[in-house]
Nanobody
Framework: QVQLVESGGGSVQAGGSLRLSCAAS????????MGWFRQAPGKEREGVAS????????YYADSVKGRFTISQDNAKSTVYLQMNSLKPEDTAMYYC???????????????????????WGQGTQVTVSS
């Protein structure tokens, strides 16, 4: 059974930082696409960042480029999202998602853009105050 457990959300002031973690289990982590998504009330879900665990290639939405960094610890089957220079507009529920893919980094990017992931975590709230 695939499980994704997020942690690390919280409340910070604008300009602050948070690090989200997503611990994965129950599937072949070494060839997976791991993505972070967010959804604010009244807004569509947005693919924020993703990483292909097989090669380490990454993708970032324009809204977070230069501020967020996705990384992985293969030994722990865990993906991280380091969020710096946070803005009030980053306030949302953040979700980790996963899929085992055969197409490598390119397929991972497409999946992140479309949100087409079969496995999702329960979400962790990030609130940024001005």
């Amino acid at each position: 059974q695939v499980q994704l457990v997020e942690s690390g959300g919280g409340s910070v002031q604008a300009g602050g930082s948070l690090r989200l973690s997503c611990a994965a289990s129950g599937y072949t982590y070494s060839s997976a696409c791991m993505g972070w998504f967010r959804q604010a009330p009244g807004k569509e879900r947005e693919g924020v960042a993703s990483i292909y665990t097989g090669g380490g290639s990454t993708y970032y939405a324009d809204s977070v480029k230069g501020r967020f960094t996705i990384s992985q610890d293969n030994a722990k089957s865990t993906v991280y999202l380091q969020m710096n220079s946070l803005k009030p507009e980053d306030t949302a529920m953040y979700y980790c998602a996963a899929d085992v893919i055969a197409g490598g980094g390119a397929s991972c990017v497409i999946a992140t853009m479309t949100g087409d992931f079969p496995y999702w975590g329960q979400g962790t709230q990030v609130t940024v105050s001005s």
